[in-house]
């Protein structure tokens, strides 16, 4: 598994595209404030496509790649935005109608997933955090239904080196989420929490694997999801202990809401441990909305959908509040259109 | 199982017994069968088998599809290592006696001495409604206690029950576990020999436990049992199995298919305890569909055997029903224990609980694999999967593969594991009350694995316990 994840990375940079970001951090720089990192994608709206790096061969023509890494030498310290924007593609009310153009995507994507009518894009994320570097890192994505996306990122600590990230994921198209983690020097930290919602006929894949090689480091993962109509999650947790890793302390934490009939979370949270001297665990929940809340809520004079939605908002929230506030405002509005929580947004 | 337990004597206990298994259950009778076919498994096999037992042709033709599917189905790609399993060396029947006894006494000495050895006698005598003893392919005792045989209740090997009564037979078998389900499936309906057929009429109880002990005595064997158990509406049975064999050179398979229907309002409960000898592949494929308002139980420990790969499923087929798995399982030197459970919610108001427990040491490693599948459309869900793991030194490996695929908005999935080592705070509480380190890491370890245990009758949590305090033996300090 690890070596698939590592192989595709490899290829991905030979075919580098032209715009790829990257962020440096000397040593011990204490970097103040947010450094924003935009990775803008291009969309047939905007006229970009010509511009993309493949030779024009189906389904190529229509493949983007773009690659950002982040660096922070020994001691650095930085918080960083990592956010991928669709250029002239999304319409800022998006709760008014689709584009024609998505609601073909839509149809085209339902009958084969690689279908030309929806753009490929791969994006690669790296980051590597010297001895006792500490990254406070927010990735946020909310691409329109015409991108299906393969999502690749890895992020390798060093010793006493401290992660902290958080994953916001409203992609209205397909997504393969591909993250791996390596805690490979000894002490070093990651606290990652991601947040995924879908609806209508959407898939997503979050694999997010972490591994443990060095002795006393710590880890704690968690994803949580929302899923209406017949959006479908399938999530994919691995820790990974190696013999090498004694005093490991890990936790892997997977809640899925399923907020419809037909909508599906599967969840498969795995432990692979090597070693005695550990603290490993994981949970998943899957459920419903909780009778006793809605009923709560509604007690309260909301409607079924107002108290459903301040639910999801709610379940997301412990996730999202991880953002700076005006940041977690914006995705709170992001996930209530992404979800179809305010207009009744209908599936086509 | 014993009952004349060394627990009960503790000044023969851990020590005395120390090299364990070869001497307790590890010795071998003088191969004295009366049919055996010959190495490997060809058509010829499966008729000598069927001719043997004089079967109807319709089971005949049941094995030979079987057979036809077993050669063209793959090797489960996932789980247990299993390329070393040689099913061209294996002899796949050996039929030890004539008959199926109903008294001890009937039987030729050396397999009464077997069972004696084992204490299969005495514990029918002290806390068994009904005993069936299997000696490599064929079952050669059963007997079950003359009021419950009045109150309606079947109890025999299979080949009887296809004789007797067929409609039954016909009706259930094949039908929770199909030949096609998997390649051991397949492997089994072909040759299946011997095993339990448990039939309770509507609202009859038995209130002690029926039992039966599977012995391999043959080299390179393959042991193919299959069972069926049919609870009717409203009663109640609990079947116990308990398994070992001769420590031999070469590797030996069990395979066996356990089918079970618990019709409305029924109760069944399923205790294992796998003790095979360190040289078994123990490939089991085990399944229950429990029906409206039933309740199905699994208390499944394994100890012993190579490689186990073992998921005892569920199918909650009617509203109401619930179903329960209580597994252990224990992985020392040279083991794999790949044990789990899979419950599939088929129907409303239904619910669900796993709870497995595993200790890895000496290198063993110890897999939790389950499943837990919940249909869109279903109401008032409930599922609770928890697993732990203890892993006692730093050679050995656990790990857990938990599955969910939830399709419903109104059901409720919680899945918990944790894998830790013995806790040093709980060591040094423990020795500073006076016990040494070994003695304290075995009273943990009980402890640990208390909340099974407690679920088996006394006599099997007892042997349970001395089981994990033999292979604890010498594993601290």
């Known amino acids: 598994m690890s070596g698939t994840i590592l192989d595709t990375l490899k290829v991905s940079r030979r075919e580098k595209a032209n715009d790829a970001a990257a962020l440096l951090f000397p040593a011990d720089s204490k970097s103040s404030g947010l450094k924003r990192l935009d990775i803008a994608i291009s969309s047939p709206a905007s006229g970009a496509l010509s511009g993309a790096p493949q030779e024009p061969k189906e389904p190529a023509e229509y493949e983007q790649y773009r690659e950002a890494s982040i660096e922070l030498g020994a001691g650095a310290e930085a918080a960083v935005l990592v956010r991928f924007v669709a250029a002239g593609a999304a319409s800022q009310d998006r709760a008014a109608d689709e584009p024609a153009r998505m609601q073909d995507a839509r149809l085209a994507r339902a009958e084969n997933p690689e279908t030309p009518g929806s753009l490929r894009l791969t994006t690669s994320l790296h980051i590597r955090l010297a001895a006792h570097a500490r990254l406070n890192l927010y990735v946020l994505s909310n691409l329109p239904a015409s991108f299906s996306r393969e999502a690749l990122s890895h992020a390798a600590l060093s010793e006493g080196a401290v992660l902290t990230w958080t994953n916001v994921v409203f992609d209205e198209g397909n997504g393969l989420y591909t993250t791996r983690i390596e805690l490979e020097g000894e002490g070093s930290e990651l606290d990652f929490a991601g947040a995924y919602g879908a609806r209508c006929t959407t898939e997503g894949e979050h694999a997010l694997s972490i591994h443990h090689t060095a002795p006393h480091s710590k880890s704690r993962t968690i994803l949580k999801s929302a899923l209406k109509d017949s959006a479908h999650l399938a999530f994919r947790g691995l820790i990974h202990v190696e013999n090498t890793a004694r005093g490991t302390d890990a936790y892997l934490a997977n809640r899925n809401l399923v907020l419809e009939d037909g909508a599906r979370a599967e969840s498969f949270p795995q432990l692979k441990i090597e070693t005695d001297d550990v603290a490993c665990s994981h949970g998943a929940t899957t459920g419903g909305p909780r009778q006793e809340e809605l009923f709560y809520l509604m007690s309260r004079g909301l409607d079924r959908a107002a108290a459903k939605n301040m639910l999801v908002l709610g379940h997301l929230g412990s996730v999202l509040n991880r953002l700076p506030p005006d940041l977690a405002e914006e995705m709170e509005d992001i996930a209530a259109s992404a979800l179809g929580l305010n207009a009744q947004g209908s599936c086509i | ?477």
């Not at chain 2, 109807?56 to 599809?65: A, G, H, I, Q, V």
């Open chain 2, 1 to 477: 199982m014993s009952t004349e337990s060394a627990a009960l004597q503790p000044d023969t206990s851990i020590r005395a017994i120390g090299e364990g298994y070869a001497e307790r259950f590890g010795f071998s009778m003088p191969n004295r069968s009366i049919v055996k076919t010959s190495q490997g498994l060809t058509e010829e096999t499966v008729r000598v088998i069927s001719k043997t037992k004089d079967e109807p042709e319709w089971m005949l033709r049941f094995r030979l599809r079987a057979l036809h599917l077993f050669q063209t189905l793959p090797m489960p790609t996932w789980g247990a290592n299993l390329s070393q399993l040689e099913f061209g060396s294996m002899t796949y029947y050996s039929k030890p006696t004539k008959n199926a006894e109903d008294s001890w006494d009937a039987l030729p000495a050396d397999i009464k001495s077997t069972y004696e050895r084992l204490g299969v006698p005495e514990a029918e005598r002290k806390f068994l409604a009904g005993v069936g003893a299997q000696y490599d392919s064929e079952m050669v005792y059963h007997n079950i206690r003359e009021d419950l045989k009045k109150k309606g209740i079947l109890f025999s090997d299979v080949e009887t029950a296809v004789r007797e009564h067929p409609g039954l037979v016909k009706r259930f078998f094949g039908t929770v576990v199909p030949p096609d389900d998997n390649k051991f499936a397949a492997l089994n309906s072909a040759v299946w020999s011997g095993g339990s057929f448990v039939y309770v009429p509507p609202g009859v109880h038995v209130d002690i436990p029926l039992q039966a002990y599977f012995r391999v005595n043959s080299q390179a064997f393959g042991q193919f049992e299959r069972t069926l158990i049919i609870a009717d509406e409203g009663s109640f049975v609990h079947y116990i199995e308990g398994c070992t064999a001769p420590v031999f050179s070469k590797d030996s398979l069990h395979s066996a298919v356990v089918e079970i229907i618990a019709l409305p309002n029924s109760r069944i409960r399923y205790s294992t305890v796998q003790n095979w000898s360190s040289n078994m592949y123990n490939l089991v494929t085990k399944r229950a569909f429990a029906y409206d308002n039933a309740i199905m139980e699994w208390v499944d420990g394994n100890i012993g055997s190579k490689v186990t790969m073992k998921y005892p499923a569920i199918f909650l087929m009617g509203p109401g029903a619930r179903g329960e798995v209580l597994s252990i399982a224990f992985a020392g030197k040279g083991q794999e224990q790949d044990t789990g459970a899979k419950i599939f919610h088929f129907a409303s108001n239904t619910s669900s609980v796993i709870t497995s427990k595993s200790i890895s040491k000496d290198g063993g490693t110890a897999s939790y694999r389950g499943l837990v599948k919940v249909e869109a459309g279903l109401t008032n869900i409930k599922s609770k999967v928890e697993c732990d793991a203890l892993i006692l030194d730093p050679h050995s490996r656990s790990n857990t593969y938990p599955t969910m695929d939830i399709r419903s908005e109104q059901a409720t999935m919680e899945h918990e594991a944790k894998v830790s080592k013995i806790s040093e705070e709980q060591l040094f509480y423990l020795m500073s009350r006076g016990l040494s380190e070994e003695e304290a890491a075995i009273m943990i370890v009980n402890g640990f694995i208390d909340p099974l245990v407690k679920e088996l009758p006394m006599e099997y949590a007892v042997e349970l316990n001395r089981l994990i305090e033999l292979e604890m033996e010498g594993s601290v300090g």
